[in-house]
């Protein structure tokens, strides 16, 4: 930690004989005043070049496609957060999913769960197939079903957990015990979860990619991705890509995700809190079919949610008894403290429909198998007053 020099001179002093906490990290990490005038935050480099006194004279700032300074703040800052040497900031998730795929050649597979978020799903089927890159969707409850689908073209695996919408558990140590066995690259889209829920490389991932849009930016606002990760010759080719590709974020929005992460740790308790609070007032609601949310002490493999998870978050999906589509736009166009909207993880509550929203990208035949049904909702509990939020389901379900 802090080889990097990650915190001002006096936390530096402190973070090399204490582990610092999360909420200290989030709030202090990657950034220092800024030396011209001692100005507590950041500022935003609005600026597209850096001038130089001779010719390569410049002090790693040549050109803001490649480095930004408040960009490079926010880099550490994540890196940090998620346990890792490197932060790349990328100028939406699928920007950084992009990358890492990129990492690969035609003629290589990757195995991957079959409950992706609907963008990943597109991407891979509809962007990377092209360029001849083989994709294994499978049921990744049981981690040892990966094995099946290791051949010597196998270079990667994808893993989402917890998944988009169903809330399945995969076993990240059980996922990095073979990745590590065959010499494949493991990449965790962390999302859902958010650093503060999980570290995907404390259990053995090589490369943790986050939609920054959701928790981490965390008020609606923006639009980011990220890539943290501690093995340096990947991190020079993704750096490489990174550059190269372009799809890097600007300073505006670096600042705006800045300002958000210093309060990640006390939205994510009460995302947490109100999440239980929903989820145990639908469990027992007459109308409600299947639940997910790992949580429950019966919810498939909550087992290894508790071991690599520090609590269930905010994300529950449902469906209605009977199935039907009618009954469930009925219920997310009666929400009022709700807002029926794509994306996740901002302050306020959301409530999507999976089947012809954000998973409408996957054929009807494949979403069926994986659970996503006409009738299933999907919730991102806000920080509402809780009561507020229950009154709002109650009235809506009614
Ligand atoms: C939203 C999301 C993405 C895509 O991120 P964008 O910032 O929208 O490009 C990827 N994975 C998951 C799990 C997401 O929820």
Redesign the pocket.
Known sequence: MNKNFTFTDKLKTMADTKKLGFGTKAIHAGQEPDPTTGAIMTPIFQTSTYTQASPGSHKGYAYARGKNPTRTALEKCLAELEGAKYGLCFS??????DAVMKLLRPGDEVITGDD??G??FRMFTKVFANFGIKYHFIDMKDANNIKKYVNEKTKMIWV?TPT?PTMQIIDMDACAKIAKEHKLILAV?N??ASPYLQNPLKHGADIV?H????YLGGHSDV???ALCLSNEELYTQLAFIHNSCGATPGPMDSFLVLRGLKTLHIRMERHCFNGRKVAEFLKTHPKIDKLYWPGFPDSPNHDIAKRQMRDFGGMISFSIKGGSQEEAFRIASKVKVFSLAE???GVESLINHPASM?HASIPKEDRDKAGVVESLLRLSVGIEDIDDLIEDLKQALS
């Open positions: 939406s998730g699928m920007g950084a999913t992706l978020y963008g990943s989402e988009n889209d999302t859902f990619m939609s920054v849009t959701k639009i980011m991705g994306s996740l993880g954000t």
